[in-house]
């Protein structure tokens, strides 16, 4: 198959540049050596911030604490 119109080869030339320019972004920036390892505990670390803590399985002992702090001390009149 022969290029004959000038137009044609200049466009088969700039598409097979673009291609040749899209294969090297993708091997530098996008390629198997640039992803990371992604394990169910990489991703509770990502989505939480740290392992997650232990629940105790009873109610709060500091839910029932009375703050003695006086700018949440209701004083009434």
């Known amino acids: 198959m022969r290029l004959r119109h000038p137009l044609a080869r200049e466009i088969a030339v700039v598409l097979v540049v673009k291609v040749l320019a899209l294969a090297a972004l993708y091997i ?4 198997p ?3 990371p390892e992604v394990t169910p505990e990489t991703m509770e670390r990502a989505i939480l911030g740290a392992a997650s803590p232990v ?6 002992p500091t839910l029932f604490c009375h ?7 209701v004083h009434h009149v």
């Open 67 to 73: 703050s003695t702090d006086s700018r949440r001390t």
């Open 28 to 31: 530098a920036f996008f390629g």
């Open 55 to 60: 629940v105790p399985a009873g109610p709060s």
């Open 33 to 35: 050596a640039h992803r």
